[in-house]
């Protein structure tokens, strides 16, 4: 089963990335973040989160605090991000340094289960549906926004190589297309599933073009991006200020234009 998420206009999308530029910094990233934020508020509309919730890869929860106003549970396995999430105090109740792959809570604890682009990069996809699923009790959701395997279709270059390389960058290991998600879900034991698309092949091109220099040199700490968020750290609070309204203002006019295509990424709705 499949719907379209609705569409965010330009204006809505210059406030999302006014939230999400100064979390982010680069723009590539901030863009993509803003597109996810609203699938997902988009999805808090018509869809019930049910309670408890777990959000799994949940790091220091700086993206789920911009949706959610409390969390029960978050998970991940970088004890660092946990760490920054404790101090905040927010928007988790609780955090544990917990690997998706063999969860330990009890069976049948939470109404949702809520991944925001995590599940791609996890290896053993099989092994996170089938603890999602135990831990979700009958008619629970597992909620996740993943990239589609034609993303790789709608990239700056149209090569194999290039697109092997943006995958490595990105540690993307598990990329499907509609029915394959589909198929893993199914596989997992869940009942329903919608899949949701909410950026197009338009749209993943010109967030190519923002990310992909911003990875050149050594991956981790010694690339372009992170020099450039050194350097905009660096700037005073007003011209920062002035650079994040400039980019929102220039992302969504280049985004209006650009909402064609086949779907690049999806929300996912997966029912037990």
């Known amino acids: 089963m499949s ?31 803003a597109l996810e934020l609203s699938a997902i508020m988009d999805l808090k509309d018509t869809v019930e989160f049910d309670r408890p919730i777990l959000e799994i890869g949940c790091a ?3 993206f789920a605090s911009l949706v959610f106003d409390q969390i029960d549970d978050g998970i991940d396995i970088n004890e660092r991000g946990l760490a920054r999430a404790r101090r905040k105090g927010v928007p ?15 069976a049948e604890s939470f109404g949702t289960v809520f991944a925001n682009c995590v599940i791609e990069h996890i290896p053993d996809l099989p092994a996170v549906l089938a603890s999602s699923h135990t831990i979700l009790r009958d008619g629970g ?20 190589r290039y697109s092997d390389l943006r995958r490595r960058q990105l540690v993307h290991l598990n990329l499907h297309d509609a029915d394959g998600w589909q198929s893993v879900f199914r ?18 091109e010109l967030w190519d073009r923002l990310d992909a220099p911003i990875c050149l040199g050594i991956s981790g700490r010694w690339n ?38 086949p779907p690049c990424a999806a929300a996912i709705v997966a029912s037990k």
């Open 60 to 62: 220091d929860g700086v």
């Open 187 to 204: 596989s997992a034991g869940f009942r329903e599933f919608e899949l949701r698309p909410y950026i197009r092949g338009g749209q993943c």
């Open 224 to 261: 372009i991006g992170a020099a450039l968020r050194l350097a905009t750290h660096a700037l005073p609070h007003g011209i920062r200020g002035w650079i994040h309204r400039s980019l929102a203002r220039w992302i969504a006019v280049k985004d209006a234009r650009l909402r064609h295509g």
């Open 3 to 33: 719907a379209t998420a609705q569409a965010v206009s330009g204006i809505e999308l210059e406030q999302l990335l006014l939230r999400t530029l100064p979390i982010y910094e680069l723009p590539g990233q901030a863009y993509w973040r």
């Open 92 to 106: 988790y109740r609780r955090v544990h340094l917990m690997d998706a792959r063999k969860m330990t809570f009890s």
């Open 141 to 160: 959701r597992f909620v996740a926004t993943v990239p589609l395997l034609g993303m790789n279709d709608h990239l700056t270059f149209r090569s194999k």
